[in-house]
C-alpha cells in the first residue's frame, strides 16, 4: 500500500492567467523528487490542459474558484486533482473523445487526449450543475547521476 508523504492544497480564480501559476507550483512542488526534465514537463503540460478545461469549459462566461491538490507517494507516484464547482459534463466519455469541444471553433477538443498521452492514468468525475474534477497519475523517474 502506498502512503501519502506529502501533499499541497491550493485554491486560486477561475482566470487563464492562473494556468502558468497552476504549473509553476506543481512543478515546484515536486522538484524536491528530482524528476527527469520531460517527466515534469509532461504533467505540468496535463496540468494546463486540465485547467484551461476549468477556466473555459467548467466556469465558462463566470469567474469561479479552481482547486487543485497534488500527492507525493510512498513509491514515488504523483497524483494532481484539478477541481471545479461549474457547469459540468453531462457526457464525461464523449467529452473524452479526441476533437470533441464545446468551446467553439477556436478549440481543438485535444484536452483529454493530451493529459492521457502524457499521464499514467486519467481519472474524470463530472455532473452537470455540479462540476468536475480531474485527477492526473503519473510515476516520476529520477534522475540518475550525470543526468
Not at 457547469?87 to 473524452?96: P, Q, R
Request: glycine share 10%; aromatic share 6%.
Amino acid at each position: 500500500m502506498k502512503n501519502v508523504v506529502n501533499r499541497m492544497d491550493l485554491q486560486f480564480p477561475s482566470l487563464s492567467v492562473n494556468e502558468g501559476f497552476a504549473r509553476g507550483a506543481v512543478s515546484s512542488f515536486l522538484l524536491g523528487l528530482d524528476p527527469l526534465v520531460n517527466d515534469l514537463a509532461d504533467l505540468k503540460t496535463a496540468v494546463s490542459e486540465a485547467v484551461t478545461n476549468a477556466v473555459v469549459h467548467g466556469y465558462r462566461d463566470t469567474v469561479g474558484t479552481v482547486y487543485m491538490s497534488a500527492k507525493i507517494f510512498s513509491d514515488g507516484s504523483v497524483s494532481v486533482k484539478i477541481r471545479d464547482k461549474g457547469c459540468g459534463i453531462a457526457d464525461v466519455e464523449k467529452a473524452m473523445e479526441p476533437l470533441f469541444t464545446t468551446g467553439g471553433e477556436e478549440r481543438a477538443g485535444l484536452g483529454f487526449a493530451v493529459m492521457q498521452t502524457f499521464c499514467d492514468r486519467v481519472k474524470v468525475v463530472s455532473a452537470p450543475g455540479k462540476g468536475t474534477a480531474v485527477t492526473l497519475y503519473k510515476r516520476l523517474s529520477q534522475k540518475r547521476d550525470g543526468e
